[in-house]
């Protein structure tokens, strides 16, 4: 992209759309090499005859890295930011992967993907406010063009490991670090684009790139983030259920092939990649608290459908689900940073960690409970998990209370 120069006036008041672009290129190589891991299941189930729940145990490892980290990376670097800790990170997740083509027991498969974990630690909460920084106001847009690379990433990687591994096995992955290598070139550009926005600022007497003040009290702001943690778990727990077990579902219970299964499991994340978009621009435009009430509890009808529907019928709700369910993660995003002005790192951090780490403990609680009784029993459990969005509605509305989106 080139080396790109900024002011604090410029930063502050329009997008920079080469640094945006760029972070969500980044953004969908990062998740396309986490996507990895959950797309090669199947392989790594035959190979080591691994239980359900050791296959959840996998997802935990990971997320747990990826989650529990998040926060104080967010939190120390809103005090001390690191411009170049992005492609530090990927380094991380580059040493996962070739890790994971060469693992030759289950303990180092548990390693690899801790280490994949660690990367995405890093990326998110720094990544997240670099888009921020560069939103030029348009927070909700920003935090979408973001968010739509990574899930452009996850639909994409498991495409790439029915074509890639599968037939040719798990040394094959060490394809996948060519996309950690671009993208720690790519993070390294914007390092230099970072540095030179916070060597702005500073200079810059009076500059501030928070929200004026929503005049709510302290246990308001703390009682909404309570309730956009459990939507963000409602939303996470179904997702896990879906990105772990989706594959499974589809072969017991259709008798599909895994080649078939993984091009379904791609239609579902592209889904979700194309319903991304919609939350952030939307959210700037009507409010956050409506998007987020639409896009929990509507896609409860279609979650409660899908496991007594026929194949074709399940991947079209499948489709609906992505995108109606995935319109939600910008907007609580957002709406959580609007409530905490200046700790854009740490709330991303702590939404970003928190979706990850429920997103790996119900891949383990799922796959012990696919172990105890079947695969559609657990679908049928976690189609109504999206009814939690009925407590959306207890959230203040933060466009009324400051006049704008």
Not at 51 to 71: C, D, E, K, M, R
Not at 80 to 99: D, N
Not at 147 to 158: E, H, L, T, V
Not at 176 to 195: D, P, S
Request: glycine share 10%; with cysteine; net charge positive.
């Amino acid at each position: 992209m080139g080396n790109v120069k900024v002011s604090a006036t410029a930063t502050s008041e329009s997008t920079v759309y080469p640094i945006l672009f760029t972070i969500s290129f980044a953004h969908l190589l990062n998740d396309l090499v986490q996507s990895v891991i959950p797309a090669i299941y199947p392989l790594l189930k035959d190979n080591y005859v691994l239980s359900f729940t050791q296959i959840g145990l996998i997802t935990l490892t990971f997320q747990a890295t990826a989650s529990l980290l998040q926060p104080f990376v967010g939190y120390f670097t809103d005090k001390r930011p690191q411009p170049f800790s992005l492609a530090i990170g990927m380094g991380f997740s580059l040493l996962g992967l070739l890790l994971l083509a060469s693992a030759a027991s289950y303990w180092v498969i548990l390693c690899a993907v801790a280490l994949v974990g660690m990367g995405s630690s890093v990326f998110h909460p720094e990544s997240s406010r670099v888009a921020y920084l560069a939103s030029g106001g348009r927070r909700g847009f920003a935090q979408s063009v973001f968010q739509i690379g990574g899930n452009a990433g996850s639909a994409i990687g498991p495409l790439l490991v029915a074509l890639v591994v599968m037939p040719y096995g798990q040394g094959n992955v060490r394809w996948f670090a060519l996309g950690a290598m671009l993208a720690i070139l790519a993070l390294y550009k914007v390092g230099h684009w970072y540095r030179a926005n916070i060597a702005a600022r500073k200079a810059s007497v009076g500059k501030s790139f928070t929200i004026s003040h929503h005049g709510l009290s302290i246990g308001k702001v703390k009682t909404s983030v309570a309730i956009l943690l459990v939507l963000i778990f409602s939303k996470y727990f179904y997702m896990a259920c879906m990105t772990s077990y989706f594959t499974f579902f589809l072969i017991e219970k259709f008798q599909v092939s895994v080649a078939t299964s993984q091009v379904y499991l791609f239609v579902f994340l592209a889904a979700i990649a194309a319903g991304t978009y919609l939350g952030g621009p939307m959210g700037d435009k009507y409010g956050r608290k409506y998007i987020i009430w639409i896009s929990i509890l509507g896609s409860a009808p279609f979650t409660l459908l899908l496991p007594h529907v026929g194949l074709a019928w399940v991947i079209i709700l499948a489709v609906v689900i992505g995108v109606v369910l995935a319109s939600a993660f910008s907007a609580i995003l957002v709406y959580a940073q609007e409530l905490l002005p200046g700790r854009v790192g740490m709330i991303s951090g702590l939404f970003f960690g928190f979706a990850f780490g429920m997103g790996g403990l119900g891949s383990a609680l799922l796959g012990k409970l696919a172990d105890q009784t079947d695969i559609q029993f657990v679908f049928l459990v976690c189609s109504f998990l999206p009814l939690l969005g009925l407590i959306t509605w207890l959230l203040p509305n933060l466009k009324e209370k400051k006049g704008q989106a």
